[in-house]
Nanobody
């Protein structure tokens, strides 16, 4: 069983930065594609960033391109989301997710989820 634990959320002023971390235990982390999702009230959960097993392929949704950076450290079994130039519309619960896939470059469906961490951006 794969377990994911997010950390790093909080309250920040617009224009500020936060770095989310997601620690993964239970399986060989380097075999897993990782994604960051977010969900705000009244909206569906959306994939905002994804990174493949090697870190060589990365996806961003348009609304975060140029502001957010996803990365992974396979030695620490951790995936990160660096969020810069935050906007009030980035306010949401952020979730990391994992899927066993040591092959494909882009993965958009996930099987394991963290509990979520709240990010609030004040205007």
């Amino acid at each position: 069983q794969v377990q994911l634990v997010e950390s790093g959320g909080g309250l920040v002023q617009a224009g500020g930065s936060l770095r989310l971390s997601c620690a993964v235990t239970g399986r060989t982390f380097s075999n897993y594609a990782m994604g960051w999702f977010r969900q705000s009230p009244g909206k569906e959960r959306e994939l905002i960033a994804a990174i493949n097993w090697s870190g060589g392929s990365i996806y961003y949704t348009n609304s975060v391109k140029g502001r957010f950076t996803i990365s992974r450290d396979n030695g620490k079994n951790t995936v990160y989301l660096q969020m810069n130039s935050l906007k009030p519309e980035d306010t949401a619960v952020y979730y990391c997710a994992a899927r066993y896939d040591p092959i494909n470059d882009y993965v958009f469906q996930y099987d394991y989820w963290g509990q979520g961490t709240q990010v609030t951006v004040a205007s």
